[in-house]
């Protein structure tokens, strides 16, 4: 419809989207502009070129809540003998002392602050590297949420990564004792170079974890994480987790041992 301007009838006309003739409008109500009606689930944003896409509520709660680097190396409480934890800006160093059996070297951040009951859902992500000797399956690096204890004993929710490239999804309980063993991959699935990620979720007790193999700089792409377990209900883990917690174990003396953890991050959905 053209609608002459009633100022000034000279200038040039200008065409009015739905008129009385039918014609279609642009929406009004919010809520027809961002939801569709038949899956009003769906967010829609614009990309970087500016064009409508749809994204899934997960990916909303990605954005509003991403992962945060733990940047300081601050903040780190370490324990346990026979070995050392050097702590740095995202990184964690750890390392077992020749001659040690059944060492535990400890370490962990709390995060009372952003996580402090059972009922806020966490994400970990890190990439691994370790040097293990002798029986690399008595090589164990132990990294999850647990309490905000002097140790990294439980309750606990962990990626096991052991010497020999196997990754496991567990749990522990407050005394320490792993309670359950989720799923667990095949020897050898996740590089031990510095190139392999982790990503460990913790919802109160239901837990999912994934890996794969990326870059030493950069996680793997969406489509190379690998599924080790859907969520899975551990009801004997329930409770408050409010620290990222790692631990380095040999269960015999297989020598002196290294690991370490780089691009640690977490995410805390309230």
Do not use: C, H
């Amino acid at each position: 419809m053209l609608v002459s301007s009633a100022v000034d009838p000279n200038l040039a006309p200008v065409i009015v989207a739905g008129g009385g003739g039918g014609g279609a409008s642009l929406p009004d109500d919010p809520a027809a502009v961002l939801l569709d009606v038949a899956s009003p689930s769906t967010f829609v944003v614009l990309d970087p070129a500016g064009v409508g896409a749809a994204i899934t509520p997960a990916d909303a709660r990605a954005a509003l809540y991403p992962l945060t680097p733990v940047t300081t190396a601050s903040g780190w409480t370490t324990g346990g003998t026979g070995g050392t934890v050097t702590q740095g800006a995202s990184t964690l160093a750890l390392t077992i002392t020749s001659g040690q059996s059944g060492v535990q070297t400890d370490a962990y951040v709390p995060y009372a602050t952003k996580a402090t009951t059972a009922g806020p859902r966490k994400r970990l992500r890190f990439r691994v590297a370790m040097t293990p000797a002798g029986t690399v399956t008595n090589v164990i690096l132990w990294v999850g949420f647990g309490t905000a204890a002097g140790t990294a004993r439980g309750p606990a929710v962990l990626a096991l990564v052991r010497g020999d490239g196997l990754v496991e999804l567990a749990a522990m309980d407050s005394s320490g004792t792993l309670v359950a063993t989720i799923a667990q991959s095949s020897t050898g699935a996740l590089p031990l170079d510095g190139t392999g990620w982790v990503e460990l979720s913790d919802d109160g007790g239901l837990v999912s974890l994934v890996y794969g193999t990326g870059t030493s700089s950069a996680p793997p792409a969406d489509e190379a994480w690998v599924s080790l377990a859907g969520y899975a209900a551990v009801a004997s883990v329930r409770g408050a987790r409010a620290a990222v917690v790692a631990q380095f174990t040999q269960w015999t003396n297989e020598g002196a041992q290294a690991a370490s953890l780089a691009d640690i991050s977490v995410q805390v959905i309230p």
